[in-house]
């Protein structure tokens, strides 16, 4: 069985018959959505999953930095001048 990653949970009937009472009764916490009592999705608010998405960003650039910087020895030097 697959391990539930969220305080709360809900199954999808029950999600169905009043998501906005379930929205507001998790004040913006994960909600797991269970399908025969296992997840098969999960809820978070807009905010949290743009935040989420700002921090894979971040961290995408941050490899590329990282990888970059092997690559230092060809790189070229230019003044700020003639850019």
Do not use: C, W
């Amino acid at each position: 069985m697959r391990q539930v990653l969220a305080d709360f949970s809900v199954s999808i009937s029950e999600l169905k018959k009043n998501p906005s009472a379930l929205l507001t009764q998790a004040s913006g916490s994960p909600i797991a959505v269970l399908n025969h009592n296992k997840p098969a999705a999960y809820l978070i608010p807009a905010e949290t999953y743009e935040a989420l998405m700002d921090m894979l960003e971040d961290y995408e650039l941050a490899q590329l930095v990282e990888e970059r910087r092997g690559d230092k020895d060809q790189a070229i030097t230019v003044s700020l001048d003639d850019l």
